[in-house]
């Protein structure tokens, strides 16, 4: 069994989902309504969080995936407790905060990359904090050098050995004076959790800004954090000693709700997405008018539909926050297929996010990858050494295929090909979208999918 199958299945036994592929019976529009709860880009940020503090903290419209379930194994290594009140609900407990076995961390950071933020936490708790080899969606290089960069800055001492990294603070840490080379939420979010309880000030300078970011900022200011938002990507950051910890509704999940709304267009279906709000989706919301869908702003949620007629062309150019999200881009390429004409979407952040295009062209999409990426005076987004492009002639019919998910956004694209396409799919490493999809298995249900589990199992919610 390759490394990609063993991730999947050890991420769908984490959530109860037993079965790791789904038989779709496609050509039928979505229609109801689904709920999303808290983003995954928060949440495990925020549970990484209370590491910092003194005090329990409790987070609210946690959702019940495999990176949640990943981060709680962490923190549980480390000794912290961890109790679930109720249904989306987590209290953490870092009283009794200690040294994990290698053991221990290893059997869970193969299949997440959230490992690397503990470290910041766990200098400033015990002094030292070893980090193993790090997985994570095959998307690209994502390198930890920005990370590890920010750590040295602060007075970390990184030792990299052939199990992992091992760091160490022989002298208290302190604040510095950081540029990143570009906008990372990941080095972003490293550089606040240490910074917070460093001596004196430090200074981001090319921070990332996302919606997710700033809801790490809050928590961490209700943590007893003096952190300053300033213009041009400047976050300055006042140390304090202590931290406490906090009560925190987490963000929706933008993701999850632009990925329905790619559905509801993709399979000609009507879906309202629960939960969602306007604000942090304006840039999708401007793209996906621009196609061709519509979209009501309801007072608990936003209405995805497809109004009929034909869809239309656009040029997409991923980029950091506030521009167009990379997670965005793959379940909308589905929806780009049937446009009449040709589309190109420049992908600026990761440099290896069109694989799963592969499935969809032997579904009979007609999608052409360029590994170089496109030059155009219409561009605003600044070229990438590492970008690609891809182009999108439509409209192609799609018919069924057998496929493998490659990734997070790519699996659930996967999804959503079998669901507009006519005939019958069967999808593998299905396991993989549970890291970052809520019991999509019984939304799908409720949305009226027509699809089929091995009879073993009959729902992701199945214990």
């Not at 200690?98 to 400033?124: K, M, N, Q, T, W």
Request: proline letters at 5%; glycine letters at 10%.
């Amino acid at each position: 069994m390759n490394s990609l199958a063993q991730d999947s299945q050890k991420a769908a036994a984490r959530v109860g989902l037993v079965s790791d592929s789904i038989t779709i019976h496609g050509g039928k529009p979505l229609r109801g309504r689904v709920e999303v709860r808290g983003a995954k880009n928060l949440v495990t940020k925020a549970m990484v969080a209370s590491l910092l503090a003194d005090t329990p903290s409790t987070l609210k419209g946690v959702p019940e995936i495999s990176d949640v379930a990943v981060v709680s194994g962490l923190l549980k290594a480390h000794g912290v407790a961890i109790d679930s009140s109720a249904p989306g609900v987590l209290t953490l407990d870092p009283s009794n905060v200690v040294g994990a076995h290698f053991a221990e961390i290893d059997a869970h950071a193969g299949s997440s990359r959230i490992p690397i933020l503990f470290c910041g936490p766990l200098l400033h708790q015990l002094g030292e904090a070893f980090i193993p080899d790090l997985g994570g969606c095959r998307i690209g290089d994502r390198p930890i050098d920005f990370h590890l960069n920010a750590l040295r800055a602060f007075g970390a001492v990184v030792e990299k050995s052939y199990q992992g990294i091992h760091l160490t603070a022989p002298q208290k840490l302190v604040g510095a004076d950081i540029e990143l080379p570009f906008p990372s939420v990941g080095a972003t979010e490293q550089v606040l959790l240490t910074a917070v309880r460093a001596e004196g000030t430090t200074e981001l300078k090319n921070a990332a800004i996302e919606p997710e970011i700033m809801d790490l900022i809050a928590i961490l200011q209700k943590m007893g954090a003096i952190i300053s938002v300033e213009p041009n990507r400047v976050i300055v950051i006042e140390g304090v000693e202590t931290l406490r910890g906090y009560t925190h509704t987490a963000i929706f999940d933008r993701n999850e709700a632009a990925s329905w709304a790619a559905a509801a267009l993709a399979t000609g279906g009507d879906i309202t997405v629960g939960g969602a709000t306007q604000q942090e989706l304006m840039t999708f919301l401007n793209v996906y008018r621009k196609v061709g869908g519509e979209f009501d702003v309801l007072e608990d949620g936003i209405r995805f539909w497809h109004p009929g007629g034909p869809l239309k062309p656009v040029m997409i150019e991923t980029d950091v926050h506030p521009g167009f999200m990379t997670d965005w881009q793959q379940p909308l390429i589905v929806a780009l297929t049937q446009a009449e004409g040709e589309s190109v979407v420049h992908e600026t952040v990761y440099e290896n996010r069109f694989g799963f295009t592969e499935a969809l062209n032997e579904m009979g999409a007609n999608i052409v990858v360029h590994q170089s990426g496109l030059a155009s005076i219409t561009r605003r987004v600044p070229r990438r050494p590492l970008e690609q492009a891809a182009v999108i002639t439509g409209p192609t019919p799609l018919h069924g295929a057998d496929v493998r998910v490659p990734d997070l956004r790519g699996g659930f694209s996967h999804l959503i090909a079998a669901l507009a396409a006519e005939g019958t799919s069967t999808v593998s490493n299905v396991g993989i979208i549970s890291r970052g999809y809520e019991l999509f298995i019984d939304k799908l249900r409720q949305l009226g999918a027509d699809f089929e589990l091995p009879s073993a199992v009959a729902s992701d919610t199945a214990r």
